[in-house]
């Protein structure tokens, strides 16, 4: 069974830009979630996707903002890109329904800003 | 809100030691989950081993064992016979058990080293 993958791997953009990042879940999973693992800060929760909907949201300003597709991936979208932003971002997906709701996580994407 | 300290940035242990990692925790909910993942230098992020509040026992898989104190709000990992595939930064988490809040809530971190 696949896991959890994103794209890219890497990804480098400049002040200002904007970033697109992209995870697809488990097959069957129906929940995605974001979360932020910058150079001593750990892992922060960023979004959470269920079903096509914004289920929860971390303590991000709102240029961080994403979307579930039907097929249930997605993407986390980085508007105006500041040099904090730079941190890996780790894609988890669960089937909500499911005991235990465990959350499997993906690679992640390691966003650069320069 | 909810916080989670591991007070042990990094660890060492000898090849076929046991070693334990520390875990506390701030909640003031009564159902709760509490889980250990680790993440290898290869980034991915995966589940150790994950705990019941309501349950008493202590979880165990395989190596890996937990002593969880519910009034203490301690959740620490013990791995036994440490192999050098153990090495990995370790995280405790937490998740609450009401609906509608999903999000895992992290700790800094451990590094763990496994000495030859």
């Known amino acids: 069974e696949a896991g959890v993958t994103q794209s890219p791997t890497h990804l480098i953009k400049t002040r200002g830009q904007q970033a697109t990042l992209r995870c697809s879940p488990i097959s069957g999973h129906t929940s995605v979630y974001w979360y932020q693992q910058a150079l001593g800060l750990g892992l922060q929760f960023l979004l959470w996707?269920?079903?096509?909907?914004?289920?929860n949201r971390g303590n991000f300003p709102p240029r961080f903002s994403g979307r579930q597709f039907p097929n249930y991936s997605s993407e986390l979208n980085v508007n105006a890109l500041e040099l904090e932003d730079s941190a890996l971002y780790l894609c988890?997906?669960?089937?909500?329904?499911?005991?235990?709701?465990?959350?499997?996580f993906g690679p992640g994407t390691r966003l650069t800003v320069l | 809100a909810q916080t989670v300290t591991q007070s042990q940035p990094e660890m060492s242990v000898q090849e076929a030691e046991t070693v334990t990692l520390s875990c506390t925790y701030d909640?003031?909910?009564?159902?709760?989950?509490l889980f250990w993942y680790k993440q290898p230098p290869s980034r991915q992020m995966i589940l150790v081993i994950r705990?019941?509040?309501?349950?008493?026992q202590n979880a165990t898989e395989n190596r890996f064992s937990v002593n969880f104190q519910k009034a203490a709000k301690s959740f620490s990992l013990k791995i036994s016979d440490s192999q050098l595939g153990d090495a990995a930064m370790y995280f405790c988490a937490y998740r609450s058990a009401e609906g509608g809040s999903e999000k895992l809530v992290f700790g800094k971190g451990t590094k763990l080293t496994v000495n030859p």
């Open positions: 705990q019941e509040a309501y349950k008493q």
């Open positions: 996707y269920d079903e096509g909907e914004e289920r």
């Open positions: 909640t003031s909910e009564s159902d709760y989950y």
């Open positions: 988890a997906s669960s089937f909500y329904m499911s005991s235990y709701n465990e959350q499997f």
